[in-house]
T-cell receptor, first 112, second 113 residues
Framework: SQQGEEDPQALSIQEGENATMNCSYK?????LQWYRQNSGRGLVHLIL?????REKHSGRLRVTLDTSKKSSSLLITASRAADTASYFC????????????FGAGTRLAVHP | NAGVMQNPRHLVRRRGQEARLRCSPM?????VYWYRQLPEEGLKFMVY????????ESGMPKERFSAEFPKEGPSILRIQQVVRGDSAAYFC???????????FGSGTRLTVV
């Protein structure tokens, strides 16, 4: 079964606005990763946050992790039309080996 | 560093034929994972392999699907007697020994007609 659940399922915003996507998971994790997928294309790794980290930044991306609530959020600031894509969170469970379990994704549309 | 190479990029098969999907991991990566993505859905784990060993195949359908990662050569995902429901994008990823550092290939899009 899938580990992560993203919400919202779809998000539509205007260029320049911020986009926030959330992810919840069920089991203890070693790390949580966010990926982007443009329509019909492969996955691009965006950022990895470890279970002992609470926040991480990369350019216009900010990821938070709350292990007590088993949730994470991805914030994209000052969005651009090129950010239009599906965004997935994926977890690596602790105590086991390194396989990724993906959520169903958030489809982000950024309108010019 | 060529990254994870998957081929073919697109594969069309008639119902009942066999599909063979190939994945060459990144240099130095000894762990290979296969995922399937149906249209408008997330990726679903299928199988995790190390060289000559299947570590976890809990996501593989019980019949018609098999995977291998031989000592030499790419990892192969084999689907026998394909059906229309097998149409999907199949992604391969590889990683080194550590739990991070995943790299995905561009995927093989299988269409069963």
């Amino acid at each position: 079964s899938q580990q992560g659940e993203e919400d919202p399922q779809a998000l539509s915003i205007q260029e320049g606005e911020n986009a926030t996507m959330n992810c919840s998971y069920k089991t203890s994790i070693n790390n949580l990763q966010w990926y982007r997928q443009n329509s019909g294309r492969g996955l691009v790794h965006l950022i990895l946050i470890r279970s002992n980290e609470r926040e991480k930044h990369s350019g216009r991306l900010r990821v938070t992790l709350d292990t007590s609530k088993k949730s994470s959020s991805l914030l994209i600031t000052a969005s651009r039309a090129a950010d239009t894509a599906s965004y997935f969170c994926a977890t690596v469970s602790s105590g086991g080996y390194n396989k990724l379990i993906f959520g169903a994704g958030t489809r982000l549309a950024v309108h010019p | 560093n060529a990254g994870v190479m998957q081929n073919p990029r697109h594969l069309v098969r008639r119902r009942g034929q066999e599909a063979r999907l190939r994945c060459s991991p990144m240099k130095g990566h000894s762990h290979v994972y296969w995922y399937r993505q149906l249209p408008e859905e997330g990726l679903k784990f299928m199988v995790y392999l190390q060289k000559e060993n299947i570590i976890d195949e809990s996501g593989m359908p019980k019949e018609r699907f098999s995977a291998e990662f031989p000592k030499e050569g790419p990892s192969i995902l084999r689907i026998q007697q394909v059906v229309r429901g097998d149409s999907a994008a199949y992604f391969c990823a590889s990683s080194p020994e550590t739990v991070d550092g995943y790299t995905f290939g561009s995927g093989t899009r299988l269409t069963v007609v």
